[in-house]
T-cell receptor, first 115, second 113 residues
Framework: AQTVTQSQPEMSVQEAETVTLSCTYDTSENNYYLFWYKQPPSRQMILVIRQEAYKQQNATENRFSVNFQKAAKSFSLKISDSQLGDTAMYFCAFFEETVFTRLTFGEGTQLTVNP | DTAVSQTPKYLVTQMGNDKSIKCEQNLGHDTMYWYKQDSKKFLKIMFSYNNKELIINETVPNRFSPKSPDKAHLNLHINSLELGDSAVYFC????????????FGEGSWLTVV
């Protein structure tokens, strides 16, 4: 079974600084997709960024970018110019491209942005 | 318009009761899911339906019974509620293109007392 590991249960960063959240995964699949979701205190699940495994170029969405290392099975999220509104739980997720499609989540990293 | 909507958003009920959570998506998606988020915020898949057919059942107790009357709806019925069922339940949906975004509802907070 695929597993997703986020080794940092909690992180904090000062406003306007940059922070990187780690994620590793384990799979024998060659085609898959990786996601970062953000969950603020409201509990709404919000997609932050998406990466296709067959694309070597790292995905970027405004202040959010990823460092995707396929051989190392690593998928970290970098948040630049952190804002107070970035305070949330961040989940790394793995989507396997098989018949039984599902999104498998890591344990989450609670990020706090301090003023 | 909310893409994936769940009702109720909050539910407090006593042990032993039976309750249902409803989910509807207006995105035209073929696949819908139920996820459970426990007190430690870990998200785990419970069920997945594709075009009204059950395709994933993740060793969930028989007290949980999903029903999909059509591909836009996926309801979750829970019998004989237990304290350990207290959690946030998320409905989600996606289309059949692999790896496309999975959209989540706002969650249903269930508290069993």
């Amino acid at each position: 079974a695929q597993t997703v590991t986020q080794s940092q249960p909690e992180m904090s960063v000062q406003e306007a600084e940059t922070v990187t959240l780690s994620c590793t995964y384990d799979t024998s699949e060659n085609n898959y997709y990786l996601f970062w979701y953000k969950q603020p205190p409201s509990r709404q699940m919000i997609l932050v960024i998406r990466q296709e495994a067959y694309k070597q170029q790292n995905a970027t969405e405004n202040r959010f970018s990823v460092n995707f290392q396929k051989a190392a099975k690593s998928f970290s999220l970098k948040i630049s110019d952190s804002q107070l509104g970035d305070t949330a739980m961040y989940f790394c997720a793995f989507f396997e491209e098989t018949v039984f499609t599902r999104l498998t989540f890591g344990e989450g990293t609670q990020l706090t942005v301090n003023p | 318009d909310t893409a994936v909507s769940q009702t109720p958003k909050y539910l407090v009920t006593q042990m032993g009761n039976d309750k249902s959570i409803k989910c509807e998506q207006n995105l035209g998606h073929d696949t819908m899911y139920w996820y459970k988020q426990d007190s430690k915020k870990f998200l785990k898949i419970m069920f997945s339906y594709n075009n009204k057919e059950l395709i994933i059942n993740e060793t969930v107790p028989n007290r949980f019974s999903p029903k999909s009357p059509d591909k836009a709806h996926l309801n979750l019925h829970i019998n004989s509620l237990e304290l350990g069922d207290s959690a946030v339940y998320f409905c989600a949906s996606t289309d059949d293109n692999p790896g496309n975004t999975i959209y989540f509802g706002e969650g249903s907070w269930l508290t069993v007392v």
